[in-house]
């Protein structure tokens, strides 16, 4: 049986694997005009981070950068509710979730 202690995996391959997800989200964000996109995106953007910080706290031995991934998730998951709130409401007010049609925010 395989050890998971002793794998090949080192911090770079995490940082690289976490650039490709933030560079993913970044490019749907920058590029999408569907909103629900966009927040998907965001939740890569944050999901890369997240993905840093806990590859950095397990390579230094402490736990600091896990317990701020905690905090990014708390506040994502507020983001995420908050989000489809208006997305729900934009939706009812405008009939569109199309970021480009939404361009002032006159109701």
Do not use: P
């Not at 629900?36 to 950068?65: P, Q, R, T």
Request: glycine share 6%; aromatic share 10%.
């Amino acid at each position: 049986m395989a050890s998971f202690c002793n794998s090949n995996i080192m911090l770079g391959h995490y940082l690289i694997l976490s650039g490709i997800v933030f560079s993913v989200g970044l490019v749907g964000v920058v590029t999408s005009r569907n909103v629900i996109k966009v927040l998907l995106s965001l939740e890569l953007l944050l999901a890369a981070s997240n993905l840093s910080f806990v590859a950095f706290s397990k390579f230094n031995g402490d736990y600091a950068g896990q317990l701020i991934v905690f905090f990014v998730i708390l506040v994502a998951a507020a983001e995420v509710a908050i989000g489809l709130a208006i997305i729900v409401l934009m939706y009812r007010r405008l009939s569109t979730i199309q970021a480009d049609e939404l361009r002032t925010m006159k109701w």
